[in-house]
């Protein structure tokens, strides 16, 4: 069974501009939640999808959006970047609620550098 | 607010057994996991417990004590490739696909 896939695995952005990242779930996994990880702030919640339908959303400002589409790929979006946003975006996928199986996948990430 | 402790670094001897506590202030607190990440890789799961007491997997064992809002995570038979950061996190009863992560253990094993 293929792990969970995410593209880019790296890019460099500007300031201002925006960026979409995209996440490919295991196989039969309907939850995909997105975490941004950073040396200062450790591994931060921004949102959760399940059935095309955010679950859950974490403090994250209005720039951060996300979506899921029928076949469980989610996307997300981050409009008017800054410098502030440079971390590694991680997308991790589950079966259902991971509060009810336990186990969260993770794929390796992408690195967004904001210049 | 939620509020998750575990110390920033650790460092032990290989074969040695380590444990990595973790304290959590939470309203609603639902389940206690750990996971493990190496450097540039993906984190991966490790455990979760929900209930009391210790789970044991192999050479790691995880314990949750729900009364004292406390857990932590037990390695033995400590090996060099076990150098990695260890994160402790927790779900909520009302946020079942949401983790909140402490700020992560980083554990050096040296020979």
């Known amino acids: 069974k293929a792990g969970v896939t995410q593209t880019p695995r790296y890019l460099i952005k500007t300031r201002g501009q925006q960026v979409t990242l995209s996440c490919s779930p295991i196989s039969g996994h309907r939850s995909v939640s997105w975490y941004q990880q950073t040396p200062g702030q450790g591994l931060q919640f921004l949102f959760e999808y399940f059935s095309e339908t955010q679950r859950n959303k974490g403090n994250f400002p209005g720039r951060f959006s996300g979506r899921q589409f029928s076949n469980s790929r989610s996307e997300m979006n981050v409009s008017t970047l800054e410098l502030g946003d440079s971390a590694l975006y991680l997308c991790a996928s589950s079966e259902s609620s991971v509060a009810n199986t336990g186990e969260l996948f993770f794929g390796e990430g992408s690195r967004l550098t904001v210049l | 607010g939620q509020n998750i402790d575990q110390p920033t670094e650790m460092t032990a001897t290989e074969g040695a057994i380590v444990q990595i506590n973790c304290t959590y202030q939470?309203?609603?607190?639902?389940?206690l996991f750990w996971y493990q990440q190496h450097a540039g890789e993906a984190p991966t799961f490790l455990s979760y417990?929900?209930?009391?007491g210790l789970e044991e997997k192999g050479r790691f064992s995880s314990f949750l004590s729900r009364s004292d809002s406390y857990g932590y995570l037990l390695l033995q038979e400590l090996q060099m490739k076990d150098s990695a950061s260890y994160f402790c996190?927790?779900?909520?009863?009302?946020?079942?696909?949401?983790?909140?992560f402490g700020q992560g253990t980083e554990l050096s094993v040296k020979p």
């Open positions: 417990n929900v209930l009391d």
């Open positions: 996190a927790v779900t909520l009863y009302n946020q079942g696909g949401k983790l909140i």
């Open positions: 939470t309203s609603g607190f639902n389940g």
